[in-house]
């Protein structure tokens, strides 16, 4: 087979692996209140720009995080496909919301390649990537209970907090719509 032939292949596999895993998963999505201890470490924004987490997190707006590495071919790009989603559902008001995304491999994940990365799902303003050190990855993932020991068995977890209140966290592949749902639910509870 030619290697153009090898490489649609490849690439069509790796989607329909994608489509099958959030067949297999969006049955068992779960979602659960929670409160959690920011740790305070400072994060490379992919604009080179180095910031808190504990101010990035609490800058007024609700925020949706998740942890992602751009290397993943499986879990990062289907959470990354919704989270691009929900911000064209939600429309202007998607410049309100402070999405985040936190690289759990900063090693390979320089600045340069999250914006690379951000280009790809067609982030907006309101959708900032985050890399650092491997010391501040690692104690974001355990404050946020997201670390699985290594890059590859992480899981896909989506967290969604408005302003002063707890956590929602959202464990699988939830759909755009679903997370649009959750959103609003968030803002409108009491």
């Given at each position: 087979m030619g290697r153009r032939i090898l490489g649609r292949l490849g690439a069509a596999l790796t989607c329909a692996t994608g489509v099958l895993l959030a067949v297999a998963t969006a049955a068992s999505v779960?979602?659960?209140?929670v409160n959690y201890q920011t740790p305070a470490v400072t994060?490379?924004?992919?604009d080179g720009q180095r910031v808190s987490l504990p101010h990035e997190l609490?800058?007024?707006?609700p925020v949706l995080l998740n942890f992602i590495f751009t290397t993943?071919?499986?879990t990062c790009p289907l959470t990354s496909r919704t989270l691009e989603e929900f911000q064209d559902k939600l429309g202007p008001e998607a410049a309100r919301v402070h999405l985040m995304s936190i690289s759990i491999d900063p090693?390979?994940?320089t600045p340069s390649r999250l914006a690379e990365y951000a280009r790809k799902f067609h982030a907006g303003p309101g959708w900032q990537y985050y890399t650092g050190t491997l010391a501040a990855s690692l104690a974001a993932q355990r404050a946020f209970d997201v670390y699985r020991g290594e890059k590859m068995s992480h899981t896909p977890v989506t967290?969604?907090?408005a302003p002063g209140k707890p956590?929602?966290?959202?464990?699988g592949f939830v759909t755009p719509d679903e997370l649009v749902d959750d959103y609003?639910?968030?803002l409108t509870a009491p």
């Open positions: 779960s979602r659960a209140t994060l490379v924004r992919a609490d800058d007024g707006r993943c071919s499986s090693e390979q994940d967290l969604m907090r956590w929602l966290r959202i464990e609003r639910n968030l």
